[in-house]
């Protein structure tokens, strides 16, 4: 579980770094995802097997993913394994 939480994390890291370089993308945008990242990461730091985030963290990530797939093709498949890797944990 640790090695699975490690790499989310990691995943995390990866799509802020990627939301920094994205100058185009409006505030309204960047700030759901970012409460969707901050969701994650409280979500991940008390992770516990079978404990879920608010459902809400999780819907604004397939939301976002929705959102960004055509404009964002690099940010939606980040978004991707981290909701990939949240389901293979049961979070």
Same mark, same amino acid.
């Not at 990691?10 to 901050?38: F, G």
């Not at 459902?55 to 797939?69: D, N, P």
């Given at each position: 579980?640790?090695?699975?939480?490690?790499?989310?994390?990691?995943?995390?890291?990866?799509?802020?770094?990627?939301?920094?370089? %994205? &100058?185009?993308?409006?505030?309204?945008?960047?700030?759901?995802?970012?409460? &969707?990242?901050?969701?994650?990461?409280?979500?991940?730091?008390?992770?516990?097997?079978?404990?879920?985030?608010?459902?809400?963290?999780? $819907?604004?990530?397939?939301?976002?993913?929705? $959102?960004?797939?055509?404009?964002?093709?690099?940010?939606?498949? %980040?978004?991707?394994?981290?909701?990939?890797?949240?389901?293979?944990?049961? %979070?």
């Amino acid at each position: 579980m640790t090695e699975q939480i490690d790499n989310l994390k990691a995943t995390v890291a990866e799509l802020e770094a990627e939301l920094q370089s %994205i &100058a185009t993308l409006d505030a309204e945008s960047r700030a759901v995802l970012e409460q &969707a990242v901050l969701d994650i990461l409280a979500a991940l730091h008390k992770a516990t097997p079978g404990e879920r985030p608010a459902q809400s963290a999780i $819907e604004r990530l397939h939301a976002a993913a929705q $959102e960004f797939e055509e404009t964002h093709p690099t940010v939606t498949g %980040i978004l991707s394994r981290l909701i990939d890797g949240l389901g293979q944990m049961g %979070i």
